[in-house]
């Protein structure tokens, strides 16, 4: 099941990371690379063939990977030769597996105890765990707090019966329905975050309710994204950009003369290749930009779309808007934003986001917390911004 679920994706991603890197080829966030199915990535030295983005002292080098969080993945960076380039790719990637299998909700392996083995013995035991997955999951019930419970990582039992009717309908659109009504209602009584009980000093995890799993979806891609930044900046890295399906993170700036030049995708292009492709260009230093849409993972019931964004009070996917995008430095608290505000109206959007700015959210004075830019697209094409959105679509 897992390994169909990931070729679908991976058309889907490929896709989209195809025409993300076309656009932006001559500005950098991106480059073309031949998508040859393999699941390490092949690390390439751009100079040669772009003069332009080579400088005096460093060269830009690549590397493209398909082995983690079900999604084609880029790094860019710029250094002084290719044995360091090499060693930044491969302890981040490195990284980045052992989280994505960590995080995993699908797959056992071999002397890991991950989110399935947790979802496995719900209501059995608690189970042995690495710290990195107590501190994600910890995160997860900070972001629940934060968010008055519209990202909620113990929602799996509702995201699981919307799961398995999405992977119908998108295999064959003929077969698409909508999951039960009473299930849904059932499986919604199975999502209490207090039920999910963290001990650290043993260093275990334990669902209380034995129907209960936990899904972090909305949280575990940009968590392990920031992970991999920290790790990059910490070795000596200065200009760098992490691209995991589209979850992008900027180390300092491209080839450490200009901004990273990142577009934001047309909702409305990527529906019938209308209108313009880009909503917006985006100009990025030191800053991390995620998009939620629902135009991604979707299948169509008598002309509905329905996608994967489910609002924890309907237990349907979310109606607020088309697109939501967050501009912030830090990659874990950019994707969890994304995701909750998609489930909320653009008002209350704004007021979290102040209340995170100003230090008088539940995440007080968090390292994670730092300056917040957002923008919505709504269904008529109209889009919305935070006052300071503007300044990043600046060189």
């Known amino acids: 099941m897992k390994k169909i679920l990931f ?35 092949n690390v390439s030295n751009e100079s040669a063939s772009n003069a332009q983005q080579t400088s005096a002292k460093k060269q830009r080098y690549n590397a493209q990977f398909l082995d983690v969080f079900d999604t084609v993945s880029m790094e860019i960076g710029y250094e002084a030769d290719e044995d360091t380039f090499k060693s930044r790719y491969k302890d981040s990637h490195e990284l980045l597996l052992k989280e994505h299998q960590l995080f995993d909700i699908y797959n056992d392996y071999d002397g890991i105890n991950n989110i399935k083995t947790i979802n496995d013995n719900a209501g059995k035991e608690p189970v042995k765990v690495d710290a990195k ?51 849904l209602k059932e499986a919604a009584k199975h999502t209490n975050i207090d039920d999910v009980i963290i001990d650290e000093e043993a260093g275990t995890v334990f669902l209380k309710d034995p129907e209960m799993s936990l899904d972090v979806g909305g949280i575990a891609k940009g968590y392990a994204t920031e992970d991999a930044a920290k790790l990059i900046e910490g070795a000596g890295s200065d200009s760098f950009m992490l691209n995991l399906g589209g979850n992008l993170r900027a180390i300092g700036l491209k080839d450490n003369t200009e901004k990273w030049v990142c577009p934001v995708e047309n909702p409305t292009f990527r529906d019938n290749q209308t209108g313009d492709q880009y909503a917006v260009v985006t100009y990025l230093e030191n800053a991390s930009l995620v998009t939620s849409g629902d135009y991604e993972r979707y299948y169509v019931v008598d002309g509905e779309r329905y996608h994967h964004i489910i ?67 709504e269904a008529d094409g109209t889009q919305e911004f935070t006052d300071g959105f503007s300044d990043i679509t600046k060189k």
Request: proline share 3%; aromatic share 6%.
């Open 133 to 183: 997955l107590i501190e994600l999951l910890k995160w997860g019930k900070e972001i629940y707090t934060l968010t008055d419970g519209k990202l909620n990582i113990a929602y799996g039992a509702v995201l699981r019966l919307w799961h398995e009717k999405r992977e119908i309908g998108m295999a064959d659109p003929s077969k698409g329905e909508l999951p039960d009504e009473e299930a």
């Open 311 to 377: 609002d924890p009070d309907t237990m349907y996917p979310a109606k607020y808007h088309r697109s939501v995008t967050i501009l912030t430095h830090d990659s874990a608290l950019a994707d969890a934003l994304s995701t909750a505000l998609f489930c909320m109206s653009v008002e209350d959007g704004k007021t979290l986001i102040k209340s995170i700015s100003e230090g008088t959210s539940s995440l007080g004075n968090s390292e994670r917390v730092g300056r917040i830019d957002a923008m919505w697209i």
């Open 7 to 41: 070729k679908k994706r991976f058309k889907t991603a490929a896709a989209i990371m195809t025409a993300a890197v076309l656009a932006i080829t001559s500005t950098g966030c991106g480059q073309t690379g031949q998508q040859n199915g393999q699941s390490r990535g």
